[in-house]
């Protein structure tokens, strides 16, 4: 589930960043895509392998120990929420 929606929102910030180097964004457009693409990438590089890491030990039938990473995530995918939404105020209000 996890793979196809990051996929999913890999390919929209690829076209998210085409219209960006065809257009002329204001410097808050191009602040406010880096930092959701930064996020993504943190979760992608650092969060999302230890996650799969740990599920892959579950469904082995292991019990792993509590993890904070998790956590991690859910605020990392907050952050990217909020600044989309502010990424979409911006545009809708330029």
Same mark, same amino acid.
């Given at each position: 589930?996890?793979?196809?929606?990051?996929? =999913? +929102?890999? *390919?929209?910030?690829?076209?998210? /960043?085409v219209?960006? =180097?065809?257009?002329?964004?204001? =410097?808050?457009?191009?602040?406010?895509? *880096? %930092? &959701? *693409?930064?996020?993504?990438a943190?979760? #992608?590089?650092?969060?999302? !392998?230890?996650?799969?890491?740990r599920?892959?030990? @579950?469904?082995?039938? +292991? $019990? !792993?120990?509590?993890?904070?990473?998790?956590?991690?995530? &859910?605020?990392? +995918? %907050? =952050?990217? @929420?909020?600044? /989309?939404? *502010?990424?979409?105020?911006? #545009?809708? $209000?330029?």
């Amino acid at each position: 589930m996890f793979r196809a929606l990051n996929r =999913a +929102e890999i *390919a929209l910030g690829v076209v998210v /960043l085409v219209a960006i =180097a065809v257009g002329q964004p204001t =410097a808050s457009v191009t602040a406010l895509f *880096a %930092t &959701v *693409a930064v996020i993504l990438a943190a979760q #992608l590089i650092a969060v999302r !392998p230890r996650l799969n890491r740990r599920s892959d030990r @579950v469904l082995a039938g +292991e $019990t !792993p120990p509590r993890s904070t990473v998790h956590l991690y995530y &859910v605020a990392l +995918e %907050t =952050a990217k @929420v909020l600044a /989309l939404l *502010a990424l979409g105020i911006r #545009l809708l $209000t330029a």
